[in-house]
């Protein structure tokens, strides 16, 4: 794990489950919890005056619009990282929630570890691509519930390809220009170009377009 400190937020109504998150949280060496919140309007009012990496926001009940609430995340403050944490393993709305940004969704039945390896990569701008995410995408290419990107003519260039699938091999962007020889800020604008030629707005759409269209190798 990191050397630096990881700021992090829960956003949760479940006030016994917050507090023991927190406490977790709190005995690890490189996790900060900034902000606990237990509604939308708490959580925005905290995020004014608070810097965070990795929001951790629960889906328990209805407190939470998960639209508006990414939607607002999204808009008003693009750095914040989030994941999301449910008793469900519903893969239409992991789907759904894709299309949000989000870097991550964990059941809380998996092992506490599996969080712990989600904000660190959600820190670091990295997708956590655990198997509930793989599931989702391949449902979701299974179900052909992405019609517009059959529309899709364009062409991904062979290195666009092979960032892509290097992209979903959890590799940084230090990690892809070492093996293409480029600078990280080239291969952050090869990135942006690529979202700006498919229509697309995250690394997550990335992903599955990449699914969808069989650029992207998964071993099985």
């Known amino acids: 794990m990191p050397s630096e ?3 992090v937020a829960i956003a949760d109504e479940l006030s016994l ?4 998150l927190y406490e977790y949280l709190s005995a690890q060496e490189n996790i900060a919890v900034m902000i606990e919140a237990t509604d939308p309007k708490e959580l925005a009012d905290k995020l004014q005056d608070t810097v965070v990496d990795v929001l951790l926001m629960g889906l328990y009940t209805s407190a ?3 639209e508006d609430t990414l939607r607002t995340i999204r808009l008003k403050y693009p750095k914040v990282k989030v994941l999301i944490i449910s008793t469900g393993r519903d893969l239409q709305l992991i789907s759904d929630l894709l299309d949000y940004g989000i870097h991550g969704y964990i059941a809380i039945t998996e092992d506490p570890d599996e969080l712990l390896k989600g ?3 959600a820190a670091g701008n990295r997708i956590y691509r655990n198997n509930l995410f793989t599931e989702a995408l391949y449902w979701i290419r299974q179900n052909n519930l992405q019609p517009d990107m059959t529309k899709n003519t364009t062409i991904l260039t062979e290195r666009e390809k092979k960032i892509l699938q290097l992209l979903w091999e959890e590799k940084s962007n230090k990690e892809i220009a070492d093996m293409f020889f480029l600078s990280v800020r080239s291969i952050e604008k090869i990135r942006q170009e690529m979202k700006d030629k498919l229509g697309i707005k995250s690394t997550v759409g ?3 377009y990449g699914i969808f269209k069989k650029i ?3 071993e099985t």
């Open 206 to 208: 990335l992903l599955k």
């Open 64 to 66: 939470f619009n998960k």
């Open 5 to 7: 400190v990881i700021k």
């Open 119 to 121: 904000i660190t990569a």
């Open 17 to 20: 489950f917050r507090k023991l």
């Open 216 to 218: 992207i190798e998964i």
